[in-house]
């Protein structure tokens, strides 16, 4: 199993960068399932909510869905 590092969950959930989400599919696609760090989800979390402007229900559904 593969772990996956910030970015690359970040790219699959915001879908913002066409180039990197292509590479973190691809990604995804070869090695999943990911084995996610308590940590990369920690960060992912805090991009999503500071950079993104996710909020709790965004946040809270997308970790239900996952």
Same mark, same amino acid.
């Given at each position: 199993?593969?772990?996956?590092d910030?970015?690359?969950l ?6 913002? @960068?066409? $180039? ?6 691809a990604?995804l696609e070869?090695?999943?399932? +990911? ?7 920690? @960060?992912? $979390? ?13 946040? +809270?559904?997308?970790?239900?869905a996952?």
């Amino acid at each position: 199993m593969a772990a996956a590092d910030t970015n690359v969950l970040v790219r699959l959930l915001q879908r913002d @960068e066409p $180039v990197q989400l292509r590479k973190a599919m691809a990604f995804l696609e070869q090695h999943g399932p +990911l084995w996610i760090s308590g940590a990369v989800l920690t @960060e992912t $979390v805090w991009i999503l909510t500071s950079v993104y402007g996710w909020d709790k229900p965004k946040l +809270l559904a997308m970790l239900h869905a996952a």
